[in-house]
């Protein structure tokens, strides 16, 4: 039984990594500070003897005693929501809190990998994005706080691989969405479904050109549990390249909920947002035999049910 530790364990997808790594015969220890996580994320895997839960901030010194053999760090706010409001935090989360469990991992001898984000890319001048791309970044527009702490990020974990020789796995993460997504995280997806189940207007920044490639929960667990027993150190792409325009993804929101006194609504597209967004998985299939395998309309429904139960209305 391997020993893992999960930061950002009771958030969205902390908590479904917490989830796969149980269900393989792990033991999990669940590390969270609740800034954007929730407790009834994971509350059903408290009565269980093979888990535990650390209230902790990584971005202070970071302990675990005993034995670990992974580290998985997804702590960190991940919406414009968030990180507009907690700039700060989402920095001191990607940088202090990065080498504080870097430095853990090289202490126990623990393979890590981290959570990076398609974000890395900026508003990109290719398309479709791979991972030799180097992205197109405004390091001081508001949006940069979380940018620029991913790839700080990445950066330091090179560095730690190449200067200590420490085992480390980086995962470009795209959007990616299924239940336990907050309600108001301010995405796209969650915004959506709240709106259309409410009957409001669905919030369409910009004239809804703009596109994005939608991963379900499942596919990208899969695909980073593949990555970090893999022995590939660089980062890799994890997402869904089936690329949608927001306008035409409302539609199908609209025509799943099926509240008429819904409609799409037109505002003006946020500072620095990415016009477009799809990954690049060759390098996925190549390495990991990795490809999503649920669809957006099986997705997209399994989401809805468990949207169906949170939003009040």
């Known amino acids: 039984m391997k020993r893992v530790l999960i930061t950002g364990a009771a958030g969205f997808l902390g908590s479904h990594l917490s989830d796969r790594f149980l269900k393989e015969g792990h033991h999990v220890i669940g590390m969270d500070n609740l800034l954007t996580g929730n407790l009834k994320n994971i509350e059903h895997l408290f009565p269980r003897k093979d888990f535990e839960y650390y209230h ?92 620029e702490a991913k790839r700080f990020q990445e950066a330091i974990t090179m560095a730690y691989h190449t200067y200590h020789n420490l085992e480390v796995r980086i995962v470009r993460i795209f959007n990616t969405y299924g239940p336990r997504m907050r309600v108001n995280d301010g995405r796209v997806l969650p915004a959506f479904f709240s709106q259309a189940i409410k009957g409001e207007e669905l919030t369409v920044f910009g004239d809804g050109s703009q596109t994005r490639s939608f991963c379900y929960v499942d596919d990208l667990v899969e695909g980073i549990y593949r990555l970090l027993l893999s022995e590939y150190s660089l980062p890799v792409n994890i997402g869904n390249p089936d690329e949608i325009t927001i306008s035409e993804f409302g539609n199908e929101i609209l025509a799943m909920v099926g509240n008429p006194s819904a409609k799409l609504s037109f505002h003006d597209l946020p500072v620095d947002d990415p016009k477009k967004r799809k990954p690049d998985i060759t390098r996925a299939k190549e390495i990991l035999n990795w490809e999503p395998k649920i669809s957006r309309a099986e997705g997209l429904k399994r989401t809805y049910e468990y949207f169906k139960k949170v939003v009040k209305i």
């Open 56 to 147: 902790h901030d990584v971005s202070k010194f970071v302990h675990v005693p005993g034995q670990l053999d992974y580290i998985l760090h997804f702590a960190s706010p991940a919406s414009p929501i968030d990180y507009l409001k907690m700039p700060i935090q989402t920095l001191k989360v990607g940088s202090l809190g990065t080498h504080n469990l870097l430095g853990l991992a090289k202490a126990k001898g623990a393979r890590i990998l981290i959570a990076s984000t398609s974000e890395v890319y900026g508003d990109p001048l290719i398309h479709p994005q791979n991972e030799e791309y180097w992205g197109n970044v405004n390091p001081i527009g508001p949006r940069g706080v979380y940018d």
